[in-house]
C-alpha cells in the first residue's frame, strides 16, 4: 500500500501530459491546460509613400516638308504644333519656308546665293568671303549633317544664330540645305533655344 500512492501520482501526471499533447495535436481545449501558439513578429516596413517617376512631357508635333529648289535637296522637319510654318516664293527658283513661335523665328532659305567660310576661335583668316564667331553648339541632324549653332557675345543676349554647315570644305554658310537663321527675341529662355535646336537636329532629307 505504501507504493500505491506514488503510482497514482505518476500515472496522473502522465495523463495529463498525454492529453496535453493530443489536446495540441487535435485543437481540443482541456480544461487547467493552456497552449500558447507562437505568431510571427510583424516585420519592419517602410512608411514612406512610393513616389512614381514623372514622365516628360512630350509636346504634339506636324511635318513641315520643303526644299527641292534648284540643287538644294527636299527636307523634312518635326516640329511642335504651336509653332506657326508659312513658305513664301517669288518664282521658281526661290523658296523661304517660315517657322514662327511668338518672337522666336527659324527660317530656311532656298535660291541662288552666295556664300562663305564659317571661322572660329583658334582658325586663321582666310581670303574670300567669312564669318567669325566667338561660340558654337555642335547639332547633329537626322541625316548625319554636322551644324554649329553659332553666335558672338552672351548667348542668351544675343538677337540671333547663324547656323553653318560642316562640308568636305570645312565649316561654311549657308549650309547644304540652304540659309538658315535663327532670330530671337533678347529676353530669351533656354527651353526655346533647346526647341530651336530640337528643330534643326530633325531635319532630314527626303
Same mark, same amino acid.
Given at each position: @500500500? ?7 501520482? #505518476? ?6 501530459? /498525454? ?12 480544461? /487547467?491546460?493552456?497552449? &500558447? ?9 517602410? &512608411?514612406?509613400?512610393?513616389?512614381? &517617376? ?6 504634339? &508635333?506636324?511635318?513641315? =516638308? ?6 538644294? !535637296? ?6 511642335? =504644333?504651336?509653332?506657326? *510654318? ?6 521658281? +527658283? ?5 517657322? =514662327? %513661335?511668338?518672337?522666336?523665328?527659324? =527660317?530656311?532659305?532656298? /535660291? ?16 574670300? !568671303? ?11 541632324? %537626322?541625316?548625319? +549633317? ?7 557675345? +552672351?548667348? @542668351?543676349?544675343? *538677337?540671333?544664330?547663324? #547656323? ?22 533678347? *529676353? %530669351?529662355?533656354?527651353?526655346? #533655344?533647346?526647341? @530651336? +535646336?530640337? #528643330?534643326?537636329?530633325?531635319?532630314? %532629307?527626303?
Amino acid at each position: @500500500m505504501k507504493y500505491l500512492l506514488p503510482i497514482i501520482i #505518476i500515472l496522473l501526471i502522465l495523463l495529463v501530459g /498525454g492529453m496535453a499533447f493530443f489536446a495540441g495535436k487535435s485543437g481540443v481545449k482541456v480544461p /487547467g491546460v493552456t497552449l &500558447t501558439t507562437p505568431t510571427a513578429s510583424p516585420t519592419a516596413t517602410g &512608411t514612406g509613400t512610393a513616389t512614381p &517617376t514623372p514622365t516628360p512631357t512630350v509636346k504634339p &508635333t506636324k511635318t513641315v =516638308t520643303g526644299g527641292g529648289i534648284l540643287s538644294f !535637296p527636299k527636307y523634312q522637319l518635326t516640329v511642335p =504644333t504651336d509653332w506657326q *510654318n508659312t513658305r513664301e516664293s517669288q518664282g521658281a +527658283d526661290d523658296e523661304r519656308i517660315i517657322l =514662327t %513661335k511668338g518672337a522666336y523665328k527659324i =527660317t530656311i532659305l532656298q /535660291g541662288g546665293f552666295g556664300g562663305g567660310a564659317c571661322l572660329y576661335p583658334g582658325d586663321a583668316d582666310i581670303e574670300g !568671303p567669312s564669318g567669325r564667331y566667338e561660340f558654337y553648339k555642335e547639332i547633329t541632324s %537626322k541625316s548625319g +549633317d554636322l551644324f554649329r549653332r553659332s553666335w558672338d557675345g +552672351d548667348e @542668351m543676349t544675343a *538677337n540671333g544664330f547663324g #547656323i553653318c554647315h560642316k562640308s568636305q570644305y570645312g565649316w561654311g554658310s549657308p549650309t547644304g540645305y540652304g540659309s538658315i537663321s535663327f532670330i530671337t527675341p533678347i *529676353n %530669351k529662355t533656354r527651353e526655346m #533655344i533647346d526647341e @530651336m +535646336d530640337a #528643330i534643326l537636329a530633325s531635319l532630314t %532629307k527626303i
